[in-house]
């Protein structure tokens, strides 16, 4: 969780930066951090940290938990990510979109984008199974092994993909992830080819996924949806109707866009 600084840097820019590596630091797996762990990670000094942090609580883009001794993401950054996530195509629409697919599969539905390497969800409808995977608005997954991440991949230039993948062998997750861009790339290929992508247990063991594309979006920036399922329901009859869902969740938001 470490993260390198830029050395020249007067004074308001390094505060700025500082405060920005601090929101960095929340993610799905650290939702609440100390104001010692944010320390560690920065490698900065604790009264620093103490300063930015509480600049940060003023402002309303980090809040405290009611022992005011861990930290987590305050009500500012939602007004900021309502426009960022409305822009993105995350509307009530997609909301809605979303939980008809929930619904009617039991299995969790979702919508995501594309930053670097990484999967960042953007809405989801949770399934009704005691199995159904979760997913939070924010979270991110490594575009590699996941469907929705090699769907999103499939939407770029190949050499674009393979850049943003960045330095191989890529993270293994499992025994079935794909490390090398000599076998990902293919994959992606076939991908652009069928317009469907899974991930069978490469991101974790037990879970499959399958996404299919979003049509290109006016900002450039690529999206897909994606059902996740427990492997233990995924049949090859269960990816095929998944696939017929997905696309026809795909083609009713780009038609309601065209309106």
């Known amino acids: 969780m470490r993260k390198e600084r830029p050395a020249a840097e007067n004074g308001q820019v390094r505060a700025l930066t500082r405060g920005l590596d601090v929101l960095a630091l929340f993610d799905a797996e650290h939702t609440e951090l100390a104001q010692s762990e944010i320390a560690q990670a920065l490698a900065l000094p604790l009264p620093t940290v103490h300063r930015l942090c509480g600049t940060l609580v003023r402002q309303g883009f980090l809040a405290k938990d009611h022992g005011h001794r861990r930290l987590r993401l305050g009500p500012e950054i939602l007004r900021l990510a309502g426009p960022l996530l409305a822009a993105l195509g995350a509307t009530e629409l997609a909301r809605a979109v979303l939980r008809e697919l929930a619904e009617a599969t039991g299995e969790t539905a979702s919508l995501a984008t594309l930053v670097g390497s990484e999967v960042v969800y953007l809405d989801s409808a949770p399934g009704a ?71 069978h247990e490469e991101y974790e063991q037990g ?34 109707a998944s696939t017929k869902r997905l696309r026809d969740a795909a083609a009713e938001l780009t038609a309601s866009r065209a309106r």
């Open 129 to 199: 199974g005691m199995l159904a995977p979760r997913a939070s608005t924010g979270m991110r997954v490594p575009a590699h092994c996941t469907a929705l991440g090699k769907c999103l991949l499939a939407q770029l230039d190949p050499e674009q993909a393979r850049r943003q993948l960045g330095a191989e062998p890529y993270p293994g997750r499992t025994a079935t992830t794909m490390t090398s861009w000599a076998a990902l790339g293919p994959a992606l290929a076939e991908i652009r080819q069928h317009g469907v992508a899974v991930s």
């Open 207 to 240: 879970l499959l996924a399958v996404a299919v594309a979003m049509p290109a979006q006016p900002s450039g920036q690529p999206m897909a949806i994606d059902l996740c399922i427990p492997a233990v329901r995924g049949t090859d009859e269960v990816v095929a």
